[in-house]
Each structure stands twice: as C-alpha cells, then as structure tokens.
C-alpha cells in the first residue's frame, strides 16, 4: 500500500507537469515521459507515434495560457505498471487570436522502463484523449 502511494504520488506530478507542458512549450520534458514505443490515440481517432506526437507539439501554434488537469486518479497495478485519467482543461488563443476553452478526457498507461544507462524512470507507452463537449 505504502509502494502504491508513493507511485501515485510520483504519476500524479508527472501528468500534472504534461499538463503545463503546453503552457511552457517544454518539448525536452515530454520527449523525456514518452516512450519511444509509444502511440496516442487523438479525438477523432487519430493515432500518433512518438514521432509524429512530437511534430504535432512543435507545430502547435496555439499559446496555452492555462493547463488544468482535474479530477484526475491513478491506478496502480504493480510496481512498473499504473494508469493515470482525468480531464484536461486548456485556455489560451488560437493562431487567429481567437479566445479557446477546451476540455479533454484522456486515459495514459505508464510504466517503469529502464534506460541505457541502468535508470528506471517512469514514461507513457499509450495513451487516449476526447474532446469534450
């Protein structure tokens, strides 16, 4: 019970950073939480891998003045191994100008991977997300 706190501690702080994210434009941080395997399934069901998530971040011409992420839970199913899901709320203004209000649903699986040089670090290997009405 203890191990599963702390890893819902640790997964908590790792979405709610991909959260500002968006906010900062800190591509290092999410090239550093997603998996090299990893693919993104977007409203309308597109799918991306980490490639092409990561275009699609740098390409984002939006500027995101708020990312909020609640309510938001984590599931632990062992010591590699959680899922994180919640609501994603952004603001900003579009490439127009234009003021926008966004709400997502999003599901990510996590897990303990180890690196080349022995760490063993947290990423998201899958991931969804809805837009909400």
Same mark, same amino acid.
């Given at each position: 019970?203890?191990? @599963?706190? &702390?890893?819902?501690?640790e997964i908590t702080k790792?979405?709610?950073q991909?959260? #500002? @994210? %968006?906010?900062?434009?800190d /591509?290092?941080?999410?090239?550093? /939480? !997603?998996a090299? %395997?990893?693919?993104f399934t977007r409203? *309308?069901g597109?799918?991306?891998d980490k490639e @092409? ?5 740098e %390409?984002?011409?939006d500027?995101?003045t $708020?990312?909020? /992420? @609640? ?10 191994f959680?899922v *994180?899901? *919640?609501d994603?709320h952004s +603001?900003g203004k579009? &490439?127009d100008g234009?003021?926008? $209000?966004?709400k997502?649903?999003? +599901?990510n699986? !996590?897990?303990? &991977? #180890?690196?080349v040089? *022995?760490?063993?670090?947290? #990423?998201?290997v899958?991931?969804? $997300?809805s &837009?909400?009405?």
């Open positions: 019970a203890e191990e @599963a706190e &702390k890893i819902t501690e790792l979405d709610q991909w959260g #500002q @994210a %968006d906010v900062t434009r /591509i290092d941080y999410v090239k550093s /939480i !997603w090299d %395997d990893l693919r409203t *309308g597109k799918v991306f @092409a998530a990561l275009a699609a971040f %390409d984002n011409t500027t995101v $708020s990312g909020v /992420i @609640a309510p938001y839970k984590v599931r632990v199913y062992g010591k590699n959680a *994180g899901y *919640g994603y +603001t579009d &490439k234009k003021p926008f $209000s966004r997502f649903r999003f +599901t699986v !996590w897990v303990r &991977k #180890q690196n040089y *022995g760490e063993r670090k947290w #990423q998201v899958r991931g969804h $997300s &837009k909400l009405e």
